[in-house]
């Protein structure tokens, strides 16, 4: 168009004219910043892996967390954000593997210092000091580095990678507002002050590593402080004071949901008390991650896919009393025990061995079909719903069962024989547990379903508000004592 344009090629970029004006380059961005060269694919996929580190790494120290957390409404955060780290991670692979290079090296730590700073932040102290450490410091530094790589890599060239780090801010910045939230409603002054020394040495680690992307100037590490003591896994979960009788098993949610002649819409109300009680399987399940290393990426996809679920489950459980005017807190006691004997009495894969057998018992005859029907049945929509994307998700369970777990036993059959043999070595003391004090596994039922008959006006139906049949029995009621499903 103009003459002399070899000398500024900006501004003749400035100057040039799409057809009829319409946006130029499928809407990516203008000729300005695109004949401006951007990042070599070496270094695109140097930042991709620093992002992909930092993602796997806040996915396992969420995922380590997540069992010992007493707070309840953390538990599920953590699971959550796990969930989207692990989703990161995933994409992120996925891309270094198109930029010529085989998804190799993934394992590889890009930096010592980052290493640390990561350690440091897995070792906290403190449930306050850990949500300081990870919105304060780490996320802000990955967000940032989101942002440049998207603004410094070539919008045309890399368009690939451009989208996948919005996406990625997007999520990190969904976590953020999150801990944001967390850390005003929990954090006091003093514990901020308490967490400084440890807020510093991950800040100076950070720093030191050249930022959580490497691109800043690198400079001397600092000491180990709380990753001076090696991190060590706890898998006894914890709850917190709303969870009034953990070891409570003195109402058998199963023997009533599968008797014919009970209400539907008690049957819903037990059924939430069995959604609610799934926080054990993210409890369990976080202790099969964390304790099972070296399997392929997809394995820890999946298995926190389906960790997501079911504290999704238990949420379901918690929107399910509310919407009854039921307080759950107050009525209802919910136990910890599977978790608790699966964790501390079984090795990882007998434990994924029991998740799976329990699982498989779940879908024929008795199971998620049948939960769904009762909530369609009970003309209470919320549970249709909730019970109608249970069973989709309990069908992607046990195809996640089969990749990881059955792919690596002699047969589908024995596969289930070995969980169901697992599942019988776990002693469930309910017997111990009222000798020593721990509960009087006290029938809770009663005044619940009482509760929720006045709410809607309804006289309770007299058998059902007598129930009282317990865990004691046999050991085919234990089998569905797990909330998983
Ligand atoms: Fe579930
Ligand atoms: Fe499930």
Redesign the pocket.
Known sequence: MTENTSSDPSRFAAGYQTYRGLPPLAGLGGFVEAVRPGLSVEESVRRLKRHHYAFRRLHQILIGHLTAEPVYELKMAFSYHGYLAAEAVTQLRARVGEMREPPLGLDQTPHPALALAFDEVLGAASTEELLLGIHEVLLPGLEEGLVRHERETHLLADQPTRRLCRLLQQDVREILEYGRRAISALVTPEQRAEAQTALETVRSAVAAAGGIDGTQATAVAPRPFRSAVPWRFDPKPRRDERFQDPYNMGVNAEVFLYDETRPADAKVLMMFYKRLREID?PEMMASILVETPDRPWGYYRDMTR?LW??AR?AMMGEVGFVSVGVDWAQNVRVNFTWSLGLNTQLAPIERHAV?YFI?QG?MPRTGKRHEWEVGLRSGNALAATFQDFDWA??VL?ARVGRDWYVSQMPSPHEAVAYGDQCWSRVLMGWTAWRDQGLTRHENWWPAVYQQYCERRGLTPEADSLAYGVTYETTRADLRDVSA??
């Open positions: 399987v389906q679920d079911e489950h998740l699982e779940l998700d309990e369970h998983s499903g």
